[in-house]
C-alpha cells in the first residue's frame, strides 16, 4: 500500500521515514511534556520577587526569602539563584572598559555600529535567559514553580508562580 | 498536501508540524498582532514597532527641516566661494558634523527612552496587599510612597497610579506620553520624544554636535561676508551678492545662544550625574553647602559621572514593541480591571510611514499648541518641560529659547527606508528574540491561564 505522503517510496523507506518523524514527534513531545503539565496544573499563588535599590539604580533583586515558598524550596537554594542572577546583571551593567570602548566606538560610528553587533548588555542578557531556563529545568520545575524571565516584567520583578502541588505528585 | 493522514499519528494533535494548518486556524484567520498595537502609552509607532515617537510630535519636522534648510543654504551658497578662496576642508567638516547631527536627532527621537511597561494585574495586586499590609508606608491611600535607602541616603520611591507600581529611583511619569520613563529627563518637544535613560546620550551627542555645527556655519558666514568686503566691496553689495548668507547668519545667531547654553547645562548636568527633572525640582539640591554630596547617585569624580552616562553600557528597551501577542490574549501588561483588548486604532492606522508622517506634517502645521514647550521660569536655561501635566506653555516659545529650532523638511516624509537597517537592528536590539524563545513556557502557561483552559491549546506560534 502507498503512503499517500510517499507515493513513489518503497515500503522500508516509508516505514524508515516515518518512524523518525515518529520519534521526532515523540520527542518533542516530551520536552514539551513540562509544559504541557503546566497547562494543565492550576496556579496557586504568584510572589513577587522586587528590586533591590540601596545600591543605586543598578538592576538587583532583593535576596530575602518569601515566606510562600518555606514548603516548597530550600531557602540556600534559592538565595543562590537570586544571587547568581544579580551577579549577572551586575555584569551586564558593569562599567568597564569593554562598555567604555562599545560606547566611543558608538558614537564614533554616529552609532551605525550596532547595526552588526549586539551589545554586552544583550549579550549578558541572552545569558541570564538560559540560566533561568537552566533553574527551571532543573530545581523548579520539579517542585512546582516557575521563574520568569524578569525581562519580560519590565526588570522590575522576578516573578514565581506557584503551581498546585497535584501532578507533580511522585 | 493538506489532507495527508498518517495511519498512526495525527500532527494536529501536536500540531508542531508544519503541515497542521488546520488547527491553529482562527490564528492564520486574523494576522497576528504585534505588542506594539496594544501599547498602553501615548505613542507612535512607526516601520511595525520599530520607531517609537511621542503623540505630540509636533515640531520634529520643524527641527530637521531648520537644520536641513541652514545646512542646505550653506553647502549651495557659502561653501563654492570659500572653498575656492580658503580650504576643500570646510564643506567636508560641514558635512561630517551634518550628518552627525541628523544621525543624533534621529536616534534620539526614534528611541525608546527607557519606558517601564505597566504592571500586570498580579503584581499590582500584589502590590496593593503589601502596602495594606506594611507598617512603614503611609496607610491613608494617597500619597502612596515608599522609603528606602540608597548609599545611607533616604529616598522616596512615589507608587504611580497610572501603571500601577511603585516607580524605580530616577523614573518619572511622563504625562504627554503617559509613561513611566526610567531616569527621566525631560520631555522635548523638539525631538518628539521623552529624553530618558536610554536616548540621553543621544540627546547630548545631537546638542552638542549641533552646537557645533551651528558656531562653524556662523564662523564660515561671517568669513565669507568679511572676505567679500575685503575685496574692496562694501558690506551691502557682499550681503546683495549673497543673500542666503544673511539668513543663516539669523538663524545660526539665535540657535547659538540657546543650543550653547543648553549644553553646557547639560554638560553640567551630566557631571555631577543629574537629570533636568532632578534639578529643576531641587531633589538634591545643595543644602550642605558645595559638595553635590545630597545626590546619592553621583560617583565622586566627574570622568567617572561622564561615563556612567554617555558610555555606560546600552540598556534594552524593556517594551517589547514587536513581540506577538498571544492570540488569545489582551493587552499584555494590563491596568487593574481591564484585559480586553481596546480599540487602538491610531496606532494601527499609524502603521504606514508615510501615512503618519504626513500626519505628523500635518499636525505640526496646525497646532499651535506647544503646551509641551519649554516654559522659562527657570534660572537656567532649561527650556524643556518635567512631567508637571498640563504644563501652562510659555507665553510663546521665542526663538531664542528651546533646544533647537530648524525648520520642517521634506526628508521626513519617508523615513523608514534608508533607517530601516538601523531600526530593523533596533528592533533586534530592542526585542530579543532569544528571550522569548529561551523561555517560551511562562509565555504558554500564562497565556493559557488568561483563557483558563489547559488542555488542547495547541502552541501558540512564537514567532
Not at chain 1, 509544559?35 to 496544573?41: C, G, I
Not at chain 1, 554616529?110 to 541572552?126: I, N, Q, R, S
Not at chain 2, 517601564?116 to 502596602?131: G, K, N, S, V
Not at chain 2, 554636535?209 to 561676508?225: A, E, P, Q, Y
Request: glycine content about 6%; aromatic content about 10%.
Amino acid at each position: 500500500m502507498s503512503d499517500p505522503l510517499f507515493p513513489d517510496g518503497t515500503c522500508t523507506q516509508q516505514h524508515a521515514v516515518k518512524n523518525r518523524y515518529q520519534t521526532e514527534i515523540f520527542n518533542m513531545a516530551e520536552t514539551h511534556s513540562l509544559q504541557d503539565m503546566r497547562q494543565q496544573a492550576a496556579v496557586a499563588a504568584k510572589v513577587f520577587v522586587q528590586r533591590d535599590y540601596t545600591s543605586g539604580t543598578m538592576c538587583q533583586f532583593q535576596t530575602k526569602f518569601p515566606s510562600e515558598l518555606e514548603t516548597k524550596i530550600d531557602k540556600q537554594q534559592f538565595e543562590e539563584t537570586i544571587r547568581t542572577l544579580n551577579n549577572l546583571y551586575a555584569e551586564a551593567e558593569k562599567l568597564g572598559s569593554q562598555s567604555f570602548i562599545e560606547g566611543c566606538l558608538a558614537c564614533l560610528t554616529a552609532y551605525t555600529v550596532f547595526l552588526c553587533m549586539e551589545t554586552h548588555y544583550e549579550k549578558v542578557l541572552k545569558k541570564i535567559a538560559k540560566y533561568i531556563q537552566e533553574q527551571n529545568d532543573k530545581i523548579y520545575a520539579p517542585r512546582g514553580l516557575l521563574l520568569t524571565d524578569p525581562i519580560e516584567r519590565g526588570l522590575r520583578v522576578i516573578e514565581i508562580t506557584i503551581y498546585e502541588d497535584r501532578s507533580f505528585t511522585r | 498536501m493538506k489532507n495527508c493522514e498518517y495511519q498512526q499519528i495525527d500532527p494536529r494533535a501536536l500540531s508542531v508540524s508544519p503541515l497542521s494548518a488546520q488547527n491553529p486556524a482562527e490564528t492564520k484567520a486574523q494576522r497576528p498582532r504585534r505588542k506594539w498595537e496594544a501599547f498602553p502609552g501615548k505613542n507612535r509607532f512607526f516601520c511595525d514597532g520599530r520607531l517609537i515617537l511621542a503623540r505630540q510630535n509636533g515640531v520634529l519636522p520643524l527641527t530637521l527641516g531648520l537644520i536641513v534648510v541652514t545646512s542646505g543654504l550653506f553647502f549651495a551658497f557659502d561653501c563654492p566661494f570659500l572653498v575656492e578662496h580658503l580650504t576643500v576642508c570646510i564643506p567636508v567638516i560641514g558635512g561630517l558634523l551634518f550628518l552627525f547631527v541628523v544621525a543624533s536627532l534621529l536616534r534620539t527621537s526614534f528611541t525608546d527612552p527607557g519606558i517601564l511597561p505597566r504592571a500586570t494585574a498580579e503584581e499590582a495586586a500584589d502590590i496593593e496587599r503589601q502596602i495594606d499590609t506594611s507598617g512603614s508606608s503611609t496607610y491613608r491611600p494617597p500619597p502612596r510612597t515608599k522609603e528606602i535607602l540608597i548609599n545611607q541616603q533616604v529616598v522616596k520611591l512615589k507608587y504611580c497610579f497610572t501603571c500601577k507600581m511603585f516607580r524605580p529611583p530616577r523614573t518619572s511619569h511622563c504625562s504627554l506620553c503617559d509613561n513611566c520613563v526610567e531616569r527621566f529627563d525631560h520631555h522635548c518637544p523638539w525631538v518628539g520624544n521623552c529624553v530618558g535613560k536610554r536616548n540621553y546620550r543621544y540627546f547630548y551627542s545631537f546638542i552638542i554636535s549641533l552646537s557645533f555645527l551651528t558656531s562653524f556655519i556662523f564662523g564660515c558666514v561671517v568669513t565669507h561676508i568679511t572676505l567679500r568686503t575685503q575685496a574692496g566691496k562694501s558690506i551691502v553689495l557682499a550681503i546683495q551678492e549673497s543673500p542666503a548668507s544673511v539668513v543663516e547668519l539669523v538663524i545660526c545667531f539665535f540657535s547659538i545662544w540657546s543650543i550653547l547654553g543648553l549644553s553646557g547645562f547639560h554638560t553640567y548636568l551630566v557631571a555631577s550625574n543629574l537629570t533636568t527633572n532632578e534639578d529643576i525640582k531641587g531633589s538634591w539640591s545643595s543644602k550642605r553647602g558645595a559638595e553635590e554630596s545630597g545626590n546619592p547617585y553621583s560617583y565622586s569624580n566627574i570622568l567617572t559621572n561622564c561615563c556612567v552616562t554617555l558610555c555606560g553600557p546600552m540598556p534594552p528597551s524593556l517594551i517589547d514593541r514587536r513581540g506577538f501577542l498571544a492570540p488569545d490574549e489582551g493587552i499584555p501588561v494590563a491596568s487593574a480591571s481591564e484585559i480586553e483588548l481596546p480599540p487602538f486604532t491610531p496606532k494601527s492606522e499609524a502603521n504606514m510611514c508615510t501615512q503618519s508622517t504626513k500626519d505628523v506634517l500635518e499636525r505640526m502645521l496646525r497646532s499651535s499648541d506647544f503646551h509641551g514647550l519649554c516654559p522659562s521660569g527657570t534660572p537656567k536655561t532649561s527650556p524643556l518641560v518635567p512631567e508637571v501635566p498640563g504644563a501652562p506653555p510659555a507665553a510663546k516659545p521665542p526663538v531664542s529659547s528651546g533646544c533647537s529650532r530648524q525648520l520642517a523638511h521634506g526628508a521626513v516624509v519617508d523615513p523608514c527606508p534608508p533607517f530601516s537597517k538601523s531600526i530593523r537592528r533596533d528592533s533586534l536590539h530592542s526585542i530579543n528574540p532569544a528571550f522569548r524563545l529561551a523561555s517560551p513556557s511562562p509565555t504558554l502557561s500564562r497565556s493559557v491561564l488568561v483563557v483558563g483552559d489547559g488542555p488542547d491549546v495547541g502552541f501558540p506560534p512564537q514567532h
